[in-house]
């Protein structure tokens, strides 16, 4: 099983509506994180969360706001879509003192 | 700010020829530089990782160096192969954030 788990993969949705991504990690990492990437923009923070109780804001955080429910998920909501949000997601997580990050596979996202 | 590019966005090569992908930022206080790779439809995937007080880093046949004072980091590819065919980014390390770069779109011609 893959240690990081996103879904959906693949997400068409309307402008206004809500939605949401979901990331589960069975890696035990206490740091989490979101990214979109957009072609020729390559992948922008959007949240991160360091433990359960601690949210920070990313580069791109307008539009989003995001859940850490439990060590292991992070999920990702837009509160009103709009076509700008069309991107690629990305989860990734990492472990405090170990630089590396971890991804997900990506939700691939359409807003119309 | 710190802003990381990648020169070119993309690069066909033949199979078994050398190459080398560039990376340049802006910031030089970094705690270290990473290059990922990007399979279509996949995640990334950590390729090397260089602290910032090292010079390089060597894996198979890939090696990653770094030149803190110049904001400049290579991946030099050896005997390159159709597998190899991939996005590489490099991304950069500070305030335990990454900051990735544009990437380089690579093509092996068999």
């Known amino acids: 099983d893959a240690d990081v788990t996103q879904t959906p993969r693949n997400r068409i949705t309307k402008t206004g509506k809500r939605i949401m991504l979901e990331c589960s990690q069975t890696?035990?990492?206490?740091?989490m994180y979101w990214y979109r990437q957009d072609p020729g923009l390559g992948l922008r923070l959007i949240y991160y969360?360091?433990?359960?109780?601690?949210?920070n804001k990313g580069e791109i955080s307008d539009g989003y706001s995001v859940s850490r429910q439990a060590q292991a998920k992070f999920s990702l909501s837009l509160e009103s879509a709009i076509p700008n949000q069309t991107a690629l997601y990305f989860c990734?997580?990492?472990?405090?003192?170990?630089?590396?990050?971890?991804f997900g596979p990506g939700t691939r996202l359409l807003v119309l | 700010k710190q802003e990381v590019t990648q020169i070119p966005a993309a690069l066909s090569v033949p199979e078994g020829e050398n190459l080398v992908l560039n990376c340049s930022f802006t910031d030089s206080a970094i705690y270290n530089l990473q290059w990922f790779r990007q399979d279509p439809g996949k995640g990334l995937t950590s390729l090397l990782l260089?602290?910032?007080?090292?010079r390089e880093q060597t894996s198979g046949r890939l090696n990653a160096s770094l030149d803190k004072s110049s904001g400049r980091s290579t991946l030099y590819i050896a005997a390159s192969q159709p597998g190899d065919s991939a996005t590489y980014l490099c991304?950069?390390?500070?305030?335990?954030?990454?900051?990735f770069g544009t990437g380089t779109r690579l093509t092996i011609i068999p």
């Open positions: 990734a997580t990492g472990l405090a003192g170990v630089e590396t990050q971890y």
């Open positions: 969360s360091f433990d359960v109780k601690d949210i």
């Open positions: 260089i602290q910032s007080s090292q």
């Open positions: 890696k035990g990492h206490d740091r």
């Open positions: 991304a950069v390390v500070g305030n335990e954030k990454l900051t």
